[in-house]
């Protein structure tokens, strides 16, 4: 496997025609392959993809997928595709090499990548970190499963730049010698049971992050997950290990609300974790993972630390929409497993009213089962978990059934006293009933600023 020694005339199937499968196929076009895109979504639905193939000269077929596919020297692979679809392990039986669209940007990218993987806190380490080189001057580009394939931009990087790069499970299963300079991985909790045989199969998943990673390289990971760190500990790189908890040797600790970043063995202060903006401790996490990566390229402390200082977080995390008559509507659109939800249960003091539910990835709602005891007045559930939901925890809290997002602000609204928080935290994906959890967020913060 690895880069193909000839690009140029190579023949590439890409499945899937959404962002990344658009963009991998104009990068491959721009370098001479012979690139022919396949997605199963209807031909008028896909009229926007099919203006930009054509104009790039792309052959492509919708509806269906055909044996046409396996006519090609490797296949790249979009992240909505599972690993376990009979597409592709048709084309691994036939023994062709099968890549992420990041695996194949990485071939072309002359900046050092920065890479970020983790079940929690994914998007705002990359934009945090991201704005830590923009910070410092750097030519910065932030990409990946953020939002923003990595293809568009890795022609125009060099090695004076960074490449910030948000990679999910899905796009690891897929790497060859995708090589970060830093690598992060900030936790790893079930998630995409729907998706993966069983969670090691998950957490083997996210430790690809590492796979090629050599000696001059870092390996930034959380000390306080103990699945995280005891693969950590192995590793044959850098390893700057970052605690919450406790102090230790090297990477980043919390030590009295202090943040510190060890150096040559000696812990230098870095800021008081209570000047850092976003709050909470999974984000006092986020930060020491974002200021090691930082720091392991060669920003200044100064720097980070004002960065931290000034960060407001990213949209649809613990995202404040409004104040109404007292209530607090907060938009947590992203937090798509059981995980975040829990963290983000514990991020206020407020009794909650909690809109969850959505398309249910096989979740194990009981780590929540206190805290909604102890927190959540009420639950407002939406979407295909909503029974499933609504079995679990009405013996915790009271829980009331909505039948839209709409339906849903109304029923939170009724619900809420004086004082209380509306959360949106729904513990599901949105696939159900919107295009993806940015559209779910967005709808949210519409119906609740026309409140």
């Not at 990548?113 to 580009?141: D, H, Q, R």
């Not at 990679?167 to 970060?180: A, E, G, M, R, W």
């Not at 306080?224 to 850098?238: F, S």
């Not at 975040?340 to 206020?348: D, N, P």
Request: include cysteine.
């Amino acid at each position: 496997m690895g880069k193909p020694e000839k690009i140029k005339s190579a023949r590439v199937s890409v499945l899937g025609a959404a962002r990344s499968g658009i963009s991998v196929a104009k990068l491959l076009k721009s370098q001479g392959a012979v690139v022919f895109v396949s997605d199963k979504k209807p031909q008028e639905e896909a009229a926007q993809h099919i203006q930009v193939l054509e104009s790039l000269g792309v052959s492509y077929e919708f509806g269906s997928h055909s044996d046409r596919i396996f006519d090609a020297d490797f296949i790249v692979v979009s992240p909505g595709v599972p690993s376990n679809s009979n597409l592709v392990q048709h084309a691994l039986k036939v023994g062709l090499n099968v890549y992420s669209e990041v695996e194949v940007a990485s071939w072309f990218c002359r900046a050092p990548i920065v890479a970020i993987t983790g079940s929690n806190g994914k998007t705002t380490t990359t934009t945090l970190i991201g704005k830590i080189f923009e910070k410092a001057g750097w030519k910065t580009v932030v990409a990946g499963n953020i939002g923003f394939p990595i293809s568009d931009y890795v022609l125009d990087v060099d090695e004076n730049s960074a490449a910030v790069l948000e990679v999910s499970s899905f796009q690891l299963d897929h790497i060859d010698t995708f090589k970060p300079k830093a690598a992060v991985l900030l936790n790893i909790t079930p998630d995409h049971l729907d998706r993966y045989e069983n969670y090691q199969a998950y957490v083997n998943s996210k430790f690809r992050i590492f796979m090629n990673q050599s000696a001059g390289d870092f390996s930034i990971y959380n000390h306080d997950d103990e699945a995280v760190n005891k693969h950590g500990e192995g590793l044959p790189t850098v390893r700057l290990p970052f605690s919450a908890k406790e102090k230790i040797s090297n990477g980043g600790f919390v030590e009295h609300d202090k943040v510190y970043l060890v150096e040559d063995g000696k812990p230098n202060f870095l800021i008081d974790s209570k000047e850092i903006k976003i709050r909470g401790v999974h984000n006092l996490y986020n930060s020491i993972a974002s200021a090691l990566a930082a720091r392991a390229l060669g920003v200044s402390a100064e720097v980070i630390a004002d960065a931290l200082r000034e960060f407001p977080g990213v949209e649809h995390r613990l995202e404040p929409v409004r104040e109404l008559n007292g209530v607090r509507y907060v938009n947590d659109s992203k937090a798509t497993n059981v995980d975040a939800v829990w963290y983000a249960l514990g991020s206020f003091e407020s009794p909650i009213v909690l809109i969850a539910g959505g398309k249910d990835k096989g979740n194990d709602y009981s780590p929540l089962f206190d805290l909604v005891k102890k927190k959540v007045r009420a639950m407002v559930l939406i979407g295909q978990a909503a029974q499933k939901m609504q079995k679990e925890f009405s013996d915790k809290t009271k829980c009331v059934l909505a039948t839209t997002m709409e339906d849903a602000v109304s029923k939170a609204r009724r619900e809420a006293k004086q004082g209380d928080v509306v959360l949106l935290s729904p513990a599901c994906a949105s696939f159900d009933m919107f295009q993806d959890y940015e559209h779910r967020g967005r709808e949210f913060k519409r119906l609740v600023m026309e409140l």
